[in-house]
C-alpha cells in the first residue's frame, strides 16, 4: 500500500501562511494590501521614510486662505462658477422672448400699390421690384415689434386691411416671417379675436400690409 502515498510535498505550501491564498478572490485581495503598503511607503505613512514636504495647500496659512475663499461660495454669497460655452448659450436662449415662425402671403390694397411709382426714386426700377423691397423693410420691423404698445399706431389700417376682399388686394410672394409669441396674442386682441380662431398667418399679414403701407406713407411725406 506504500505505493499508493501521496509523495512529499517539495516546498512549503502558501496555504501554510495562508490558507485562503488558492483563491482567487483572495489573492486580489493580497494584491490590494501590496500596493496600499507601496503607496504608503511612497508617501512617508510608514515609520522611518522621510515625510514628503507640505505643499501650499498644506500650510496653515495658505489653507486659511483657500477656506476664507471658497467659505463665500459654499454659503452662496461669492461669485458663481463660470458657465461653459454651451451652458450660457442655452441660458441666453432661454431668457429671449419666444417668437412664432409663420408664412403669409403678403397683401396689399391696390389704392396703396398705386402710390409706389410716386416714391422717391421708384421710377427708375420696375414696381415689383420696389414691392419686393418694402415687403422686406416690413417683415425686418415686424420682427422688432416687442409689445403691445407698438401695435396701437397700427390697428386701423390693419383692421381695414383684414376686411377687405380679394378683388380689393395685390397678392404678393408667400415670405417668412419671425413675430413674437406675446405680439401675437396682442394681435389677435386687437383685432377682436381673442379665442384666436382666425389663422395665424391672416393676423400677421394684416399687420404686414399694415407695415408696409404707413412705410410708403412715411416715404411719400419725407
Given amino acids: 500500500m506504500n505505493r ?7 516546498g512549503p505550501s502558501p496555504a501554510a501562511e495562508e490558507p485562503g491564498l488558492q ?14 503598503r507601496l503607496l504608503a511607503e511612497k508617501r512617508g505613512e510608514i515609520a522611518g521614510t522621510p515625510a514628503a514636504p507640505a505643499t501650499d495647500a498644506t500650510q496653515p496659512e495658505h489653507a ?24 450660457r448659450q442655452r441660458a441666453a436662449v432661454a431668457g429671449r422672448p419666444r417668437k412664432e415662425k409663420l408664412v403669409v402671403l ?16 421708384a421710377s427708375a426700377v420696375e414696381p415689383a421690384y420696389v414691392l419686393r423691397a ?16 407698438d401695435l396701437s399706431a397700427l390697428l386701423a389700417e390693419a383692421q381695414a386691411i383684414l376686411q377687405l376682399r380679394g378683388t380689393g388686394m395685390t397678392v404678393g410672394e408667400p415670405m417668412t416671417v419671425y413675430v413674437q409669441a406675446a405680439v401675437l396674442a396682442a394681435m389677435h386682441d386687437g383685432l377682436g379675436d381673442p379665442w384666436k380662431v382666425e389663422p395665424k398667418a391672416r393676423i400677421v399679414g394684416a399687420f404686414l400690409s399694415a407695415i408696409v403701407a404707413r412705410l410708403i406713407e412715411t416715404r411719400r411725406a419725407g
Avoid at 4 to 10: C, G, K, S, T, V
Avoid at 64 to 83: C, D, F, H, I, Q
Fill in 23 to 36: 483563491n482567487s478572490a483572495a489573492r486580489l485581495r493580497s494584491s490590494r494590501d501590496a500596493q496600499t
Fill in 106 to 121: 403678403f397683401r396689399l390694397p391696390l389704392g396703396t400699390e398705386a402710390l409706389i411709382p410716386t416714391l422717391p426714386g
Fill in 64 to 87: 486659511a486662505k483657500a477656506e476664507g475663499k471658497y467659505a463665500g461660495k459654499r454659503e452662496g454669497n461669492g461669485e458663481a462658477e463660470p458657465l461653459d460655452p454651451v451652458a
Fill in 134 to 149: 418694402l415687403a422686406k423693410a416690413g417683415r425686418a420691423e415686424l420682427r422688432r415689434l416687442a409689445g403691445p404698445d
Fill in 4 to 10: 499508493f502515498r501521496l509523495p512529499a510535498r517539495i
